[in-house]
């Protein structure tokens, strides 16, 4: 069974940090893409930050230089470093990750999610 947990969340002020991590079990191999993503109160799921196996990375427009994703390959991780935290960044952060297991077809899983609060 595949697990993604979320860390690092919990209420900041707005101008403050927070780092969000995620962790895949080791039992999930041949990851190509891991993210993460955000559901606002009242909204839909929506992109935050993507990267690849090799370091190809993709931000959502509204958090491009604030946030900063980065991935532990061996670890079967990924970060999410985000700075200047605004109100409107407050959110259920989900990390998500592609992968195969033994006898298991390539997927994509996802976490729990762990909220995320920015007070103004």
């Known amino acids: 069974q595949v697990q993604l947990v979320e860390s690092g969340g919990g209420l900041v002020q707005a101008g403050g940090s927070l780092r969000l991590s995620c962790a895949a079990s080791?039992?999930?191999?041949?990851?190509?893409?891991m993210g993460w993503y955000r559901r606002p109160p009242g909204k839909q799921r929506e992109l935050v930050a993507t990267?690849?196996?090799?370091?190809?990375?993709n931000y959502a427009e509204s958090v491009k230089g604030r946030f900063t994703i980065s991935r532990d390959n061996a670890r079967n991780m990924v970060f999410l470093q985000m700075n200047n935290l605004k109100p409107e960044d407050t959110a259920v952060y989900y990390c998500?990750?592609?992968?195969?297991?033994?006898?298991?077809?390539?997927?994509?899983?996802w976490g729990q999610g762990t909220q995320v609060t920015v007070s103004s």
């Open positions: 998500n990750s592609d992968g195969f297991q033994v006898g298991v077809p390539n997927r994509l899983y």
């Open positions: 080791q039992n999930l191999f041949s990851i190509a893409h």
């Open positions: 990267i690849t196996s090799g370091g190809k990375i």
